[in-house]
């Protein structure tokens, strides 16, 4: 549990860095990319360039779409909630309130998994690849469509596999450190008694 705050803790700084970093160091405009539309330039230079700044436009547009969708600041949420409990149980767990502590164990488990669920789907719903227009003007949006729903059923498939493993190890930890129903405080039978 050690291991998962700090992975929490992770979580928690990427998911507020990451919006800051890109906003911090993104060019605001494709002509800070490619320099300043070439009007004196071949049709060929000026379509790429027109061209280029679509592509630009609808990844910003992409990228704000997510941003507005509250996933990163959901993944911030669950992963200071994650470190909560993470952070609860080492102590309840060293001390030995094995009860306790497998019950923080498995809240944290249900947290994460909840956790993934929620920002999976956020980031379907915004789309896990953007819909740039050259995909409309060949045909392929219908395709890649199709490959982000098949997505999605793999992404929910491996989240409820991998949670499962993780519930499964907890069962198995709980299962062998059960103490015994009956104590007997038997005498060793190989030392003789004194007296």
């Given amino acids: 549990m050690s291991l998962m705050f700090l992975f929490s803790l992770a979580t928690i700084a990427s998911s507020v860095a990451t919006p800051v970093i890109v906003e911090t160091y993104w060019p605001g405009e494709w002509s800070e990319i490619a320099g300043d539309y070439p009007e004196n330039g071949t049709t060929n230079e000026q379509d ?3 061209e280029g700044e679509r592509f630009w436009n ?4 992409y990228w704000e779409a997510l941003v ?4 990163f600041e959901i993944s911030a949420g669950f992963g200071f909630i994650m470190a909560l409990i993470s952070a609860a149980s080492v102590p309840v767990l060293w001390s030995g309130d094995r009860n306790l502590g497998l019950r923080l164990c498995l809240s944290w488990v249900v947290v994460l998994m909840i956790s993934q669920i929620l920002t999976t789907m956020l980031y379907y719903e915004v789309g896990f690849i953007p819909e740039y227009s050259e995909f409309e003007l060949n045909g392929e949006l219908k395709w890649m469509n199709y490959v982000e729903k098949v997505g999605l059923t793999f992404s929910m498939a491996q989240i409820l596999i991998c949670n499962s493993c993780l519930f499964a190890c907890i069962f198995v930890v ?3 450190s059960k103490p015994p129903k009956n104590g007997y405080d038997l005498e060793s039978g190989f030392h003789r008694s004194e007296g």
């Fill in 68 to 71: 507005d969708s509250g996933l």
């Fill in 58 to 61: 609808e990844s910003v547009d």
């Fill in 48 to 50: 790429e360039w027109v």
């Fill in 174 to 176: 709980a299962a062998r």
